[in-house]
T-cell receptor
């Protein structure tokens, strides 16, 4: 049981490049999320998904896209990277049902756009 | 909409003295509330959570928090600070509809020897 696995851990992109941040969970959680954390700030929600084939925008979705073709995987796509997307990205998941639940966070991807 | 306000961006305490990190929340219903800790260049670790059971919640490493609905507060306390407690602490509310989390802006705790 690996929890939430994020890859890569670090990445440097040039302005205008694209990349996909990978997130996978093996806990059969139906809810998954992508957050970004800027220096000295709390986490802000980019996109979330409540199940395979269902995604929705969070607070800061501009410049990003997601897909959820399986329960396990929730990749985040950056198109035309900009310096403002320099941040640490966290993926998280939760069971989504029942009154007692806990979130599991990945270890993060540190992205720098130069 | 749910929101969280952490009242102090920085708190400094001496080792062995009490810790108080303040958090107020706004919610249109009875929320679930969490405290997370983040050590430098690390991920997020759950300290404790309130999910409408006992209002005094005990967490890991000697931390506890009290849910006070009348004051809309969820302050984090610890009787005696340890050097290893130095970190960033986030108060978080469950936004409900799809269990999105809304994070406070964080409190940086410094522990002085």
């Amino acid at each position: 049981n690996a929890g939430v696995t994020q890859t890569p851990k670090f990445r440097i992109l040039k302005i205008g490049q694209s990349m996909t941040l990978q997130c996978a969970q093996d806990m059969n959680h139906n809810y998954m999320y992508w957050y970004r954390q800027d220096p000295g700030m709390g986490l802000k929600l980019i996109y979330y998904s409540v199940g395979a084939g269902i995604t929705d925008k969070g607070e800061v979705p501009n410049g990003y896209n997601v897909s959820r073709s399986t329960t396990e995987d929730f990749p985040l796509r950056l198109e035309l990277a900009a310096p403002s997307q320099t941040s640490v990205y966290f993926c998280a998941s939760v069971i989504g049902t029942g009154g007692f639940y806990g979130y599991t966070f990945g270890s993060g991807t540190r992205l720098t756009v130069v | 909409a749910q929101s969280v306000t952490q009242l102090d961006s920085h708190v400094s305490v001496s080792e062995g003295t009490p810790v108080l990190l303040r958090c107020n929340y706004s919610s249109s219903y009875s929320p679930s509330l969490f405290w997370y800790v983040q050590h430098p260049n690390k991920g997020l670790q759950l300290l404790l959570k309130y999910t409408s059971a006992a209002t005094l919640v005990k967490g890991i490493n000697g931390f506890e928090a009290e849910f006070k609905k009348s004051e809309t507060s969820f302050h984090l306390t610890k009787p005696s600070a340890h050097m290893s407690d130095a970190a960033e602490y986030f108060c978080v509310v469950d936004s409900g509809s799809a269990r999105q989390l809304t994070f406070g802006s964080g409190t940086q705790l410094t522990v002085l020897p």
